[in-house]
């Protein structure tokens, strides 16, 4: 019996050791999760203008056309030129009829730009010659914001344009800055 005492008192002082040194401690660690946004600056849609009538050289015409752009940055702009610069017919003979373009012709203007107005006979044909719209404000919505511009061919009582379909192109290149 006095043996089977020392071997329970023996596993006591054991297990008392064993279990005294068994210590479970919490260790806090952190994962730093990061990512990084670029600059976003891109047109959404550009439809065509056509006019709805025959230009009329003694009245002039208007039209309107619209360019929605999303950015999410505060400085960029808008370069802003065409193929030819006027309206050209192809055919026999080539005819042309010059027009003169008015951008960011909304009230207020959007993006915190101003109106930029292309006088007829100066529309710049390459993109390093274009007119440059500088904008300061972000889209309010992730649609994007409509810009209008006005396409203005100009009262030309001294004309004679020849019958036919005119055309030009018109690019918009936008610029993160």
């Not at 660690?29 to 439809?47: E, F, K």
């Not at 055919?91 to 009829?97: D, L, N, V």
């Given at each position: 019996?006095?043996k089977?005492?020392?071997?329970?008192?023996?596993g006591?002082?054991?297990?008392?050791?064993?279990?005294?040194?068994?210590?479970?401690?919490?260790?806090?660690?952190?994962?730093?999760?990061?990512?990084?946004?670029g600059?976003?600056?891109?047109?959404?849609?550009?439809?065509?203008?056509?006019?709805?009538?025959?230009?009329?050289?003694?009245?002039?015409?208007?039209?309107?056309?619209?360019?929605?752009?999303?950015?999410?940055?505060?400085?960029?702009?808008?370069?802003?030129?065409?193929?030819?610069?006027?309206?050209?017919?192809?055919?026999?003979?080539?005819?042309?009829?010059?027009?003169?373009?008015?951008?960011?012709?909304?009230?207020?203007?959007?993006?915190?730009?101003?109106?930029?107005?292309?006088?007829?006979?100066?529309?710049?044909?390459?993109?390093?010659?274009?007119?440059?719209?500088?904008?300061?404000?972000?889209?309010?919505?992730?649609?994007?914001?409509?810009?209008?511009?006005?396409?203005?061919?100009?009262?030309?009582?001294?004309?004679?344009?020849?019958?036919?379909?005119?055309?030009?192109?018109?690019?918009?290149?936008?610029?993160?800055?």
């Amino acid at each position: 019996m006095k043996k089977l005492v020392i071997f329970v008192l023996f596993g006591l002082i054991i297990s008392g050791s064993v279990f005294a040194q068994t210590t479970y401690t919490t260790d806090d660690q952190v994962a730093l999760i990061s990512a990084s946004v670029g600059a976003h600056v891109y047109i959404l849609s550009s439809p065509d203008v056509t006019f709805d009538n025959p230009i009329d050289p003694m009245a002039g015409a208007n039209k309107a056309g619209t360019l929605t752009v999303r950015s999410n940055k505060a400085s960029w702009s808008i370069k802003i030129y065409a193929t030819n610069g006027e309206l050209v017919k192809t055919g026999a003979i080539t005819q042309t009829i010059q027009y003169k373009i008015d951008f960011n012709t909304s009230t207020p203007t959007k993006f915190g730009g101003s109106l930029v107005t292309i006088s007829a006979g100066s529309i710049p044909t390459t993109e390093v010659d274009a007119t440059v719209a500088v904008m300061t404000a972000k889209s309010a919505s992730s649609a994007g914001e409509v810009i209008d511009y006005l396409i203005t061919v100009p009262v030309n009582a001294a004309a004679n344009y020849e019958e036919g379909d005119y055309t030009d192109t018109l690019h918009f290149v936008v610029v993160a800055s």
